[in-house]
């Protein structure tokens, strides 16, 4: 199967939080959520609100013209993606394994097992140091009081994630309509220098744009079931059927509205299956956008990314 690449180096540290109201410790790689927001913010300075209009309508109307998967590490020229969750294993050598490269993830496609294939086999973490792409910090901060710049007790920690020079992110894109091509690499300039995540205004969350290419993965012609490369949130209950027999691990997505027009109110909680869930097939999975407008909020409409970029497995 082809898909496009998006490549792309952090200038700097990026924040990108784990949980409402914690800020301490951070992600080391981006839910597709979160991407597809920071993405549709920047399509909004672009292109104006009209246009954010229509290419919502898209998605609303099951119409998308692309799909996106999360953004996972690259390091060095290797391309690394999520163990699959079907690799259940009783060596800590191997539950700690957190992704593998291309050529050990296509084999994990076609149901070997991950206990067969280290030998040789280029995973995060490595088994000799730098054992990570990346290094996580906890930085102290103090919040100065508005009325005398006095901290008092707001003293805190941050976390921050930077990555090694040779290292960085990457997604997959899966064109459904070619002629969006353009507007989807033009908005990822801008959002280059807008940023993602957290503690933008300190010049967190910027990067470069590395290249956008093509990418073959080699997927089972005898597939029995598909395993999904970002979060998933299912389109309706004809698509939770099969579901007991599936390999999934559930995420709680929470935090705030990021729009222009609001930064205070809570968005509504969803639950969403994680990166490298496995599923059977049929039915067929394609998620949705969910919404997660706050009742109080009437000015848009608020969504979280649900669509499942799917590849075929056993």
Known sequence: MNFTVCQFKPKGPFHLGEREGWLEGTNTFIHSDTLFSAFLNAFLLLFGEKELENLISSFENNEPPFLISSAFPYWQDLLFFPVPKNQISIEKKVKKIEF???????????????????????KIPQDEEPYYPWSVENVPRVGLSRFDNHPGERFFYFGQISYKDNAGLFFLIKYLNKS?????????????????????????????????????????????????????????????KGIEKGFYELLERKGY?????????????????????????PPERLGKLVSVK????????????????????K
């Open 180 to 240: 969006f091509k353009d507007k989807l690499e033009a908005t990822m300039r801008l959002l280059a220098d807008e940023g993602i995540g957290g503690d933008r205004s300190s010049g967190k969350g910027l990067f470069e744009l590395l290249n956008f290419r093509e990418i073959e993965i080699k997927v089972p012609d005898d597939a029995d079931g598909v395993i999904t490369l970002s979060l998933y949130y299912p389109k309706d209950e004809s698509e939770i």
């Open 294 to 313: 706050p009742d109080i909020f009437t000015i848009h409409k608020v969504y979280r990314y649900g669509y499942m970029f799917a590849l075929p497995c």
């Open 257 to 281: 509205i990021y729009s222009p027009y609001c930064k205070t109110l809570r968005r509504k909680s969803v639950r969403m299956f994680v990166e490298g869930s496995l599923f059977p097939k």
């Open 100 to 122: 593998v490269e291309q050529r050990g993830f296509e084999e994990l496609l076609k149901g070997k097992r991950l206990d067969n294939l280290l030998n040789g086999l280029k």
